[in-house]
């Protein structure tokens, strides 16, 4: 596997490595050894799916806080969607900038760091979205930004339609006034 910087200080795009014979590829996504090449440790807890239906359909944007913050490493099964990365890491220069990837299935995944919120937004029918996170689900430290935020500008290819979860439409707008504080 290969990683690359984008987007977000910490973020990296996840290029699998192929290999290949008459039986079709193989490519490895994940690797220990890789990530510590770049100074990354990654303690697996948890690998979830999201299965969506509906194009159009937004889920996020959420993260959570210490001490249940998590990384994820997060990947296109079948379909598509437009990952979205918004920065809330207290002091972070890049404090409340997006960074917006699509992902399909074959091509890549991103690594997100801790203090990210991840949302993203399925641009086919039945898309299939895979990540491993290295926290387990916490409720009770489970936080949010309102996806359609004015502040933030994120600029969502498709109309979300009726899809949005209700705890999603109503997340807190994120507080660029505040230094980086988020509830």
């Not at 996840?14 to 510590?36: I, Q």
């Not at 890049?94 to 995944?109: I, K, M, T």
């Not at 086919?124 to 009770?140: E, K, L, Q």
Request: hydrophobic share 35%; proline share 9%.
């Amino acid at each position: 596997m290969k990683l690359t910087p984008v987007g977000l200080p910490g973020m990296y795009l996840v290029e699998a490595t192929w290999r290949g014979d008459e039986r079709g590829r193989f490519g490895k996504l994940f690797s220990r050894p890789v990530l510590a090449e770049h100074g990354l440790d990654f303690d697996l807890v948890d690998i979830n799916m999201s299965q969506t239906p509906i194009d159009g359909t937004i889920r996020g944007l959420h993260y959570q806080i210490a001490p249940h913050e998590e990384t994820k490493i997060f990947s296109c099964a079948t379909g598509a969607f437009l990952d979205v990365c918004v920065d809330l890491r207290p002091g972070s220069a890049s404090y409340g900038e997006w960074y917006g990837h699509e992902l399909r299935p074959d091509q890549s995944a991103l690594w997100i760091p801790p203090g990210i919120a991840h949302g993203f937004q399925t641009l086919v029918p039945d898309t299939t979205a895979i990540y491993a996170s290295s926290a387990a689900w916490a409720p009770d430290a489970e936080r949010g930004v309102r996806w359609n935020d004015p502040a933030l500008g994120i600029d969502w290819p498709l109309e979300p339609g009726d899809t949005l979860s209700a705890k999603d439409r109503v997340w807190p707008d994120i507080e660029l006034n505040s230094g980086g504080s988020q509830p």
